[in-house]
C-alpha cells in the first residue's frame, strides 16, 4: 500500500529520532532510516534529498517537543517559581530519558562539526531562547518581578547551567548529587537576576 509523502516524511523523522536515540547520530543515513522507517530507499531520497534535510527535520521534531518540558510552568506565580519548574521538568526528562539528551547533545555537536552545509547549528539555541523567553518574560510579567538581566541572557545562563549539569551526569549518574548541584546553580542565577 502505498504510503502518502506527508505522512512517509513523519515517518522518516520518528525514525531519525529513534535511532538516533538508540545508536547515536553517527548512525544516521539515509539507507538506515529507510530501514528503521520500513519504507524502501527511493521513498525515502523521495521525502529527503540528503542526510543534512533529515537531520534539520529531527532538530525541529526536537524543538517541538522541547514545550513538553516546560508547557506546565506556573507562569502566574511569578519568574522563579516558573523557572524552577521548567528546572525540574528538564531534570526530569534527562533522568528517564537520558539516551534521548545524549542524542540530542550529539545532535548539536553534529551541527556544529557540519556548519558549513547545514544551518542547523545557528538554530538550536535560539529556539530554546524563543520559547523559554516567552516563558520566563511572561512569568514575570504576570507577577511584576523584575529582572535585572535580559531574558536571553537568563535563558542562555539556564540552558549554560543545564547542559554542563547534564553533561557531567551523563558520564556517571551515581558520582554526585548532580540534580542538587543544578538547582543550586539555577538559585544562584536567580539571585544574581534579582528574582
Known sequence: MRVPADERKEQLISATVELMRREGVQS???RAIAKEAN???AAAHYCFSNKDE?????????FKNLSRFSKDASIELGLRTAVEQVADGYWRALEEEPRSLLAEFE???WATRNAAVSPLATKIYPA????LG????????????????GFPALVRSFLM???GAAI??????TAADYRALFFMMVDALLVKAGV
Open 107 to 109: 545532535l548539536i555537536f
Open 128 to 131: 530554546y531562547e524563543a520559547e
Open 28 to 30: 544516521v543515513t539515509i
Open 54 to 62: 533529515l537531520m534539520d527535520a529531527a532538530a525541529e521534531a526536537w
Open 161 to 163: 547551567v543545564y547542559d
Open 168 to 173: 557531567q551526569y551523563l558520564t556517571d549518574p
Open 134 to 149: 516567552r516563558i520566563f518574560s511572561s512569568a514575570a510579567g504576570n507577577s511584576g518581578d523584575e529582572c535585572l538581566i
Open 39 to 41: 519504507a524502501n530507499l
